[in-house]
């Protein structure tokens, strides 16, 4: 069974940083690209950063990009989400996904639960 | 980037019903490279239809999507209690990947 299940969320004053991990089991994990996607309290998905395979294709959302750092290690099954510079507009549950393949091109087959993140001072 | 819009915002149906939600893109979705999520209450999202209209694993067959260029639909064939949720279509035929702003099913 595919699990991934996030951490790392909690509240954090503007300008701040914040780290949140993908914990995956159930599957090859280095046979797949590897996603974020957020969902903004009582708005819709936005798709924030995705990985591939070997970490060698590595795409962000214009709204993040230069502040956020996606990375991923395959020995520990593991998706990361570097978060420096938060602003309050980053205020989201932050889902982990799965790629349908090993590049980070596709849609998502499998998701977490979301871990929340609050930018507030 | 490719923007998705769906209609209608709001879909208010009852049990047994067919349902029809429509996503509209800025233009063309290669490949149709379309997918269709559902979402409940408190839960992430579930894919239903990959490829504009092939069904996820252990997807029922009253779920099924169709179209291709810039116009796709998702229909329920004949609504279940539990389908009353918020459907998201997504393009990934281009990047970025993009998400449509959602239509809601509920109860009449």
């Known amino acids: 069974e595919v699990q991934l299940v996030e951490s790392g969320g909690g509240l954090v004053q503007p300008g701040r940083s914040l780290r949140l991990s993908c914990a995956a089991s159930g599957f090859t994990f280095d046979d797949y690209a590897m996603h974020w996607v957020r969902q903004a309290p009582g708005k819709g998905l936005e798709w924030v950063s995705g990985i591939s395979w070997n970490s060698g294709s590595i795409g962000y959302a214009d709204s993040v990009k230069g502040r956020f750092t996606i990375s991923r290690d395959n020995a520990k099954n593991s998706l990361y989400l570097q978060m420096n510079s938060l602003r309050a507009e980053d205020t989201a549950l932050y889902y982990c996904a799965k790629d349908r393949g090993l590049a980070a091109a596709g849609y998502f087959d499998y998701w977490g639960q979301g871990t929340l993140v609050t930018v507030s001072s | 980037e490719i923007v998705l819009t769906q209609s209608p915002g709001t879909l208010s149906l009852s049990p047994g019903e067919r349902a029809t939600l429509s996503c509209r893109a800025s233009q063309s979705v290669s490949s149709s490279y379309l997918a269709w999520y559902q979402q409940k209450p408190g839960q992430a999202p579930r894919l239903l239809i990959y490829?504009?209209?092939s069904r996820a694993t252990g997807i029922p067959d009253r779920f099924s999507g169709s179209g291709s260029g810039t116009d796709f639909t998702l229909t329920i064939s004949r609504l279940e209690p539990e389908d009353f949720a918020v459907y998201y279509c997504q393009q990934y035929g281009s990047s970025p990947v993009t998400f449509g702003p959602g239509t809601k099913v509920d109860i009449k």
């Open positions: 490829g504009a209209s």
